[in-house]
């Protein structure tokens, strides 16, 4: 008899304070809801090799990538599974666009071997698996992908600390754009890091993030869409000061504002990776996801802000 356990998760959005966040800054992320993905773990007969079926890979574990590898053998020696795996992933999820892809993945994994064992799964525990799969998987996470995925909550995050925030309950949509280009975090950050401790002024561009993060949060605190928006703005501003905007994001933002749109950002490492746009109404959304579909976004999600 076959035996089976099944897990899903969410992404993550970083709302604002990327790249300030790593001066020690607050950013402020919030979870994914329509970036789903979804994890089935079925035993097999002895003799197979264990496996995994996904669109990012497909074949047997022993060649499968190494947080992939690392994360399906620590359950397996933990928990001293015997018999062979298949371990199907869906996902629309891209990986390497700052949406938490990887800890989504290993969120829904650990909920799936569990279930897979009918071992009931506390938050706790799943926080402390999930944080050792991000380390193999990134080398030193900062912890907020894993903890706004595993509480499906906004979160304030600063200096290591994590603290839970109100669900969003603004009069307003978000587009989510994968612009298509895979953009490193790793050297945006220290690029940024470069220019701050060749030029002080960069700093003071920082710093005006960290203040706009602020402010973001009383935005959120008053239900305020109008005023998120111009936060927004002005925190694109900031990150274009710093480079990492990218002719990509800068298009986008333009086909958004000739749609409708009131705001936009890139979101996470930038350089290409993921962006946001905000619009009033559901049907400016869906006008704006056409008009960037029809220019080569990857992918789009609407988000709805309301809560």
């Given at each position: ?210 203040s706009l993060v602020y402010s973001a949060s009383e935005a959120i605190e008053h239900h305020s869409f109008d005023q998120l928006a111009t936060i927004f703005n ?74």
């Amino acid at each position: 008899m076959v035996q089976r356990g099944y897990g899903e998760s969410n992404g993550k959005i970083i709302l604002i304070g990327e790249h300030a966040v790593t001066f020690g800054e607050p950013a402020i992320a919030i979870p994914f809801t329509s970036g789903k993905v979804k994890v089935l773990i079925e035993s097999l007969e002895k003799g197979n090799y264990s496996a995994i079926q996904s669109d990012v890979y497909d074949g047997p574990l022993y060649d499968a990538p190494e947080h992939l590898k690392s994360l399906i053998g620590h359950f397996v020696e933990n928990k001293k599974v015997e018999e062979p795996l298949l371990i199907k992933i869906q996902a629309n999820l891209p990986p390497s666009r700052g949406l938490g892809s990887s800890a989504a993945v290993a969120v829904a994994f650990i909920r799936a071997s569990y279930d897979y064992l009918g071992l009931p799964l506390t938050d706790k525990e799943l926080l402390e698996n999930a944080d050792w799969a991000e380390r193999i998987a990134h080398g030193k996470p900062s912890g907020i992908d894993t903890k706004t995925i595993v509480t499906n909550q906004p979160v304030w995050y600063q200096k290591g600390e994590v603290e839970i925030l109100k669900t969003l309950d603004l009069d307003g949509y978000m587009v989510v754009i994968d612009t298509g280009v895979k953009g490193s975090t790793k050297q945006a950050v220290e690029d940024v890091h470069q220019l701050c401790d060749n030029d002080k002024n960069y700093m003071q561009v920082v710093k005006h993030i960290g203040s706009l993060v602020y402010s973001a949060s009383e935005a959120i605190e008053h239900h305020s869409f109008d005023q998120l928006a111009t936060i927004f703005n002005q925190c694109q501003d900031d990150l274009r000061t710093l480079t990492v905007s990218h002719d990509k994001i800068e298009m986008f933002l333009r086909l958004g504002e000739e749609n409708g749109s009131v705001a936009g950002k890139l979101t996470g490492g930038g350089r290409g990776g993921s962006m946001l746009i905000l619009a009033k109404e559901l049907q400016t959304a869906k006008n704006i996801v056409a008009a960037v579909e029809k220019a080569g976004a990857q992918h789009t999600w609407i988000e709805k802000l309301g809560g």
